[in-house]
């Protein structure tokens, strides 16, 4: 469906461990959002220029919401933006992709939005979940009430998702799996799920973007098909496909 | 309602405001009312596709944006085929872009483009190791380009030029004197950006274009130099984010303007900027953009 472009006010901006939870009211983008979709926020002002990519995190008939790390100069401020602020949406963007009744969902730290987001159209299953110290781990509760098993672990107690990854290895063989997590998270877990032979597993691949329209060209991933756009022919790609370096 | 429509050359558009080479894609007609603007430049086509450089292929700059996409398109059969017919559906003048790493590709592209109200030819991407800035910074390369371009096609040639040029006056000159209708001024600039974690280059080949309104009076100035060295209709082109901008780049020479990375930042912004400016002609006692230098 075409994406539209709005100027949005801030319905609540709530923190969530180290993250803020902003949610935002637009009929349409709600209406026509789907699995796999994402939207570009952006202030507005010319500093900073460009917007960023975020992922849903929930959905509602009315109203939507994305999870914000700040990681940076735009990601500080739009951590900080109050209620009735507006910021600038574009979306829904990206490729759309029917997620199984049942699966397998992998996420490190922030990458938990995407998957949290995609559990909202499946009757349940798996989570991996990895975060830095117990009070980040988020939506365990909302997981579990989706009819996911959850299983997590932090670095403050000398875990990475990983380990339990590689632990619960052999559970995996003829699921789907998705991923979403730092570049090296995923490319640790690629390694995992070949030795065991499983190769229905998907990741969502993050990076910077310029238009989130296919415009600009600068969002390319490397594949086993050359260079491809994350905002046109993603954000999800099959793990085999992707060259992650 | 205010004239906005401009003459030069061969050329009549309803109004100055194109949108530049590689910034827009067709998904961009579902937000922007295409139909409004001047006209808009199509991405960059090369005799045989090219795959660009490797990521990462962009990054933020204060009030800016560097990029280094090595001018990725899928070749000039491609575009005849597929994007110009999905062009021309736009209701807008086109005018397609040609890259080429020697004058011999530049005229093999140039003999076979029709169909477009006019050709923009890039010898100023930064982001490439063969042509590109490599032939723009040079007047004599600038005039042999022009010329053979000029030779192959009965179409109105604007020459894109490099804003690094030791001397822009002379390159502007020498397009002018190859046959160019028009110089767009100016292409990206060249920049560094480091990753401090990496403690190397932020992009693998280097450097990267800068655009935004970081560049504006850089390129602002180029324009201004150019209209009072050479006479040759100039599109301006770097920075431009609001009306007063593209005033600013009218007052100091320019014919028309292209949007370009502001797009990405408000992907209105060429329509609010059509308004504003029809609004500022107005309140300021203007019939037409002529009237835009009175004083």
């Known amino acids: 469906m075409a994406p539209t472009f709005r100027i949005l006010p801030v319905l609540e901006n709530k923190k969530l461990g180290i993250y803020s939870k902003i949610t935002l009211e637009d009929e349409r983008i709600c209406k026509y959002a789907e699995c796999g979709n994402f939207v570009m926020v952006g202030l507005q002002a010319l500093d900073p220029y460009l917007p960023r990519p975020f992922s849903f995190l929930e959905i509602n008939k009315k109203s939507f919401s994305i999870l914000v790390k700040v990681k940076g100069k735009g990601t500080e401020l739009l951590s900080k933006v109050e209620k009735g602020y507006k910021i600038k949406v574009l979306g829904p963007l990206g490729k759309t992709f029917c997620p199984p009744k049942r699966g397998v969902l992998i996420a490190g730290g922030i990458g938990i939005a995407p998957v949290y987001y995609q559990s909202g159209w499946m009757k349940g299953g798996l989570l991996f979940y990895g975060a830095k110290r117990k009070k980040d781990l988020i939506f365990t509760r909302e997981f579990k009430e989706r009819g996911f ?97 | 309602m205010v004239d906005l429509s401009i003459k030069f050359g061969s050329l009549e558009l309803k109004n100055p405001v194109l949108l530049a080479s590689g910034v827009w894609d067709f998904p961009y007609a579902k937000i922007i009312d295409f139909k409004r603007l001047g006209g808009v430049i199509c991405k960059s086509v090369s005799l045989k596709p090219k795959v660009g450089n490797p990521p990462p292929r962009i990054t933020e700059t204060p009030c800016g944006v560097i990029n280094s996409i090595g001018l990725e398109n899928k070749g000039f059969e491609n575009f005849i085929s597929e994007i110009l017919p999905e062009a021309r559906k736009l209701g807008t003048p086109i005018f397609a872009n040609i890259f080429g790493d020697s004058i011999e590709e530049f005229k093999k592209i140039a003999s076979k483009i029709n169909g477009v109200e006019g050709i923009e030819v890039n010898i100023s991407c930064p982001n490439v ?26 179409l109105p040639v604007i020459v894109k030029l490099t804003p690094t040029a030791a001397n822009i006056e002379e390159t502007a000159g020498a397009a002018k004197e190859g046959g160019a209708m028009a110089v767009t001024a100016s292409n990206t600039f060249p920049g560094l950006v480091i990753d401090i974690e990496r403690k190397e280059p932020f992009f693998k080949r280097v450097s990267g274009g800068l655009s935004g309104p970081a560049v504006k009076p850089l390129a602002l100035y180029n324009v201004y130099r150019i209209k009072n060295a050479v006479d040759i209709p100039i599109i301006g082109s770097g920075g431009i984010a609001g009306y007063k901008d593209v005033l600013e780049y009218l007052i100091a ?29 107005k309140e300021n006692g203007c019939k037409n953009l002529k009237d835009v230098n009175k004083k």
């Open chain 2, 129 to 154: 190791d063969k042509g590109g800035e490599n032939f723009g910074g040079d007047p004599k390369t600038v005039f042999s380009i022009t010329k053979a371009v000029c030779e192959e096609t009965e």
């Open chain 1, 149 to 245: 098993e959850v299983r997590t672990i932090t670095e403050e107690n000398g875990g990475l998702v990983t380990d339990i990854v590689k632990k619960y290895a052999h559970e995996l063989n003829g699921k789907q799996i998705f991923i979403c997590g730092s570049i090296g998270m995923i490319k640790e877990i690629k390694k995992i799920l070949n030795r065991e032979q499983i190769d229905k597993a998907y990741a969502y691949i993050e990076k910077r973007m310029g238009c989130g329209l296919g415009g600009c060209k600068s969002c390319a991933v490397k594949t086993v098909e050359g260079y491809k756009l994350v905002c046109k022919e993603g954000p999800v790609f099959p793990l085999k496909e992707v060259d992650l370096g």
């Open chain 2, 253 to 281: 020479g320019a014919s028309a303007v292209q949007l370009g990375s502001i797009i990405f930042n408000n992907p209105l912004a060429p329509i609010e900027i059509l308004d504003n400016l029809q609004c500022w002609l």
